[in-house]
């Protein structure tokens, strides 16, 4: 079976008796606090208390999310096991990013911020604990990583690296204590800003070696050049003349004329060729059209916002939305592809061409309707969170805009019917009834993506629609539900948030365009 090594200390530990313990391949995510000892040295009480809050209010709830399981806590971090490495990544990358919120209000000397190491292993099941080199190397990762920080491992990054909107800096193998071999160690650059820095980073070097590349092309063929022997001139007078006429606009010889009964081919034996002007020269291949979402236009009006549901959809409040219009659909795999196509969204999704896109982040959402609003000089965006909400009640105030209770047939969640909840992606757009404006899927099909920050509430939000500034903008607002929640998500007051740069295979979104 190998040897089994407790995880913090690394030293060998006896297994358990009875039968042979079970063993599956696991995303290991381990977290510690940096600087501990220091921190309950300046605040013992206070320390403690902190770390089980965040424990409790962001730690477990963001591994539950991520479907993740909690494995442990060991008082100044823990181990969490996850199925899916990308789910492991994406439930790092949020607990630091709140990290952040959360210590942005304290003196730098009590911040709390956590060194997380994620690795991808066999590992061996026990009740209430995890064994092996899979565990070893995930905690092993978190020691090297700086505060705030994730470190991944090379396993990690194969599974992940087209699926997330993140930067990746390799550091190289790393040997690392305990560990047989060498380790290959990422640095995820979780940012939208580090991302293009790595990318940039990686296009100059690309360039770099195709200029040396080039330069000693070039060297090869000037040295063959002058190391070739010089041969005897020719003798002008034993070429035959040739026409005036430059080479490039001779024209051909003349096809020999057709057999009798035999018809004369209408393709020449060779086509003629023209030295065209640089004006006169044909363009490259034209730009594909770029194909606009149905739209629905909305008069505006005033209506109540919000619901005592949830505490973050309180205080209800009467909101005045100006005219907009309104995408009649989310955003499909086709129009999603035609920007990846353009080279302006960054990946191709995959699906049939007329389910709404998923997996998008608001920063993709972002890129798709600024290059929406360049190719068709309209103002496209998206929609205010007032906006969204006012556009899927389609002017009631019931619980769902149909009534108060679920009603099959009218929009596609888990328990809506009609939807299927273990499918990969949801049905096809218009497959539902439209709400009364003619608007579709505004509840449930996917999660939709909004232009605001996070707000806990709607204290101080504005009362005329607009966009609400400040705020947690490292999370957006998502609305809507997905076909894989329950109906309490499909209501149109209800509200979530997510990471601004991570994408999540439930999430979409829709447009909005300004008169």
């Avoid at 709140?98 to 994620?118: F, L, P, S, T």
């Avoid at 599974?159 to 160690?185: A, F, W």
């Avoid at 006169?280 to 919000?306: C, K, N, W, Y």
Wanted: proline share 9%; hydrophobic share 35%.
């Amino acid at each position: 079976m190998g040897e089994i090594r407790d995880f913090r200390s690394g030293k060998p530990g006896k297994p358990p008796p009875g039968e042979t313990m079970p063993r599956r391949l696991a995303a290991i995510v381990a977290g510690d606090i940096a600087g501990y000892s220091r921190l309950m040295e300046l605040d013992e009480e206070g320390t403690h208390n902190r770390v089980k809050r965040i424990e409790r209010d962001l730690i477990e709830p963001t591994i539950s999310e991520h479907h993740g399981k909690l494995v442990k806590t060991t008082g100044d971090g823990f181990i969490a096991m996850f199925d899916s490495p990308v789910e492991a990544v994406r439930c790092s990358i949020v607990i630091q990013q709140n990290m952040i919120g959360r210590n942005a209000a304290i003196a730098r000397d009590h911040w709390i911020e956590y060194r997380i190491g994620v690795n991808l292993g066999d590992v061996i099941i026990e009740a209430d604990d995890i064994f092996g080199d899979g565990v070893n190397v995930a905690s092993r990762l978190e020691g090297i990583a700086a505060p705030g920080e994730v470190f991944i491992s090379g396993g990690i990054y194969e599974q992940i690296k087209h699926k997330m909107v993140c930067g990746y800096e390799s550091l190289g193998d790393k040997k690392v204590k305990n560990i047989t071999d060498p380790v290959r160690v990422y640095r995820v650059l979780p940012d939208a800003a580090a991302y293009q820095r790595t990318r940039r980073r990686r296009e100059s070097i690309l360039l770099t070696l195709l200029g040396l590349a080039v330069a000693v092309i070039a060297g090869g063929v000037l040295w063959y050049m002058l190391a070739q022997p010089r041969t005897k001139p020719i003798d002008v007078a034993q070429v035959p003349p040739s026409p005036a006429v430059p080479p490039a606009v001779q024209q051909p010889a003349p096809s020999p004329a057709p057999a009798p009964g035999q018809a004369a081919s209408p393709v020449p034996s060779a086509a003629p060729t023209q030295q065209a002007s640089p004006q006169a020269a044909p363009s490259a291949t034209p730009a594909a059209s770029v194909p606009e979402p149905e739209i629905v236009s909305l008069r505006g009006g005033s209506f109540s916002m919000g619901s005592n549901d949830d505490p973050s959809e309180r205080p209800i409040r009467k909101v005045t939305v100006k005219p907009f219009a309104m995408g009649k659909y989310p955003v499909t795999v086709r129009e999603w592809n035609a920007c990846a196509a353009a080279k302006a969204c960054g990946f191709t999704a995959s699906g049939k061409d007329d389910v709404p896109v998923t997996n998008v982040s608001w920063s993709d959402a972002k890129q798709y309707v600024a290059w929406l609003a360049e190719g068709t000089k309209k103002a496209y965006r998206l929609p205010s969170e007032a906006e969204w909400e006012y556009a899927a009640r389609g002017g009631t105030q019931s619980r769902y805009w149909w009534g108060d209770q679920i009603q099959s047939g009218n929009a596609g969640c888990k328990d809506c019917g009609g939807g299927d909840g273990a499918a990969e992606q949801p049905v096809k757009v218009g497959s539902f009834k439209p709400n009364p404006f003619g608007l579709y899927d505004m509840g449930g099909s996917v999660d939709q993506w909004v232009e605001d920050c996070w707000h806990r509430n709607y204290q101080g939000a504005p009362a005329d629609g607009a966009v609400w500034p400040g705020g947690d903008c490292g999370s957006h607002v998502i609305r809507s539900g997905s076909w894989k929640n329950d109906a309490r998500y499909v209501r149109p007051a209800n509200r979530d948030n997510y990471d601004t740069n991570v994408r999540y295979p439930t999430h979409g979104f829709r447009v909005a365009l300004s008169p």
